[in-house]
T-cell receptor, first 114, second 114 residues
Framework: AQSVAQPEDQVNVAEGNPLTVKCTYS??????LFWYVQYPNRGLQFLLK??????LVKGSYGFEAEFNKSQTSFHLKKPSALVSDSALYFC????????????FGTGTRLKVLA | EAQVTQNPRYLITVTGKKLTVTCSQN?????MSWYRQDPGLGLRQIYY???????DKGDVPEGYKVSRKEKRNFPLILESPSPNQTSLYFC?????????????FGSGTRLTVV
């Protein structure tokens, strides 16, 4: 069965420092991996995806994510955090079985401190 | 502008009073889905639809109904709401195929059942 784990409920980082938000997954076939961001009182917004190709994926707002097949991880990263990056981040996975069923993680709240 | 529109944004209702949350997308997407978001549980899929007249249960379908009579609309129906259905609801759509661009989410509907 598919599953996604976001082991940290909250991540605190100082403005200007690099940030990492962790995600691990489990699927039976090839994974389709996504990161979404949710700002207060808003719906989720697509940040980036990994389907195939380079393990380092670049997305919106300067975010990137690294796909690691051996560790079944897809961690979200940013070289220099901004206060405006403070939000709730969700990792999601879909397998390639054709069901188009997505599984979301429980979310990680990122707090960037000025 | 490409978007998913949900209405209403906020709704307070009483136990047992039937309600419908509407969802409409203007991107000609085939796939639509309803999620509920609860603290500590992330997003859980209620129902999804892969095309007109094709719907299926997600992970938490009990107490909900959906219909997909037109491609653009995917209403969520609560025939007899109960307090445990108090939650934040999101409708989402996506274009399936070899290139998965992920979901476009609506802004959410905060439902309170008293």
């Amino acid at each position: 069965a598919q599953s996604v784990a976001q082991p940290e409920d909250q991540v605190n980082v100082a403005e200007g420092n690099p940030l990492t938000v962790k995600c691990t997954y489990s699927v039976s076939g090839n994974p389709y991996l996504f990161w979404y961001v949710q700002y207060p009182n808003r719906g989720l917004q697509f940040l980036l995806k990994y389907i195939t190709g380079d393990n380092l994926v670049k997305g919106s707002y300067g975010f990137e994510a690294e796909f690691n097949k051996s560790q079944t991880s897809f961690h979200l990263k940013k070289p220099s955090a901004l206060v405006s990056d403070s939000a709730l981040y969700f990792c999601a996975v879909r397998d390639d079985s054709g069901t188009y069923k997505y599984i979301f993680g429980t979310g990680t709240r990122l707090k960037v401190l000025a | 502008e490409a978007q998913v529109t949900q209405n209403p944004r906020y709704l307070i209702t009483v136990t047992g009073k039937k309600l419908t949350v509407t969802c409409s997308q203007n991107m000609n997407h085939e796939y639509m889905s309803w999620y509920r978001q609860d603290p500590g549980l992330g997003l859980r899929q209620i129902y999804y639809s892969m095309n007109v007249e094709v719907t299926d249960k997600g992970d938490v379908p009990e107490g909900y109904k959906v219909s997909r009579k037109e491609k653009r609309n995917f209403p969520l129906i609560l025939e007899s709401p109960s307090p445990n259905q108090t939650s934040l609801y999101f409708c989402a759509s996506s274009q399936q195929g070899s290139e998965d661009y992920g979901y476009t989410f609506g802004s959410g509907t905060r439902l309170t059942v008293v």
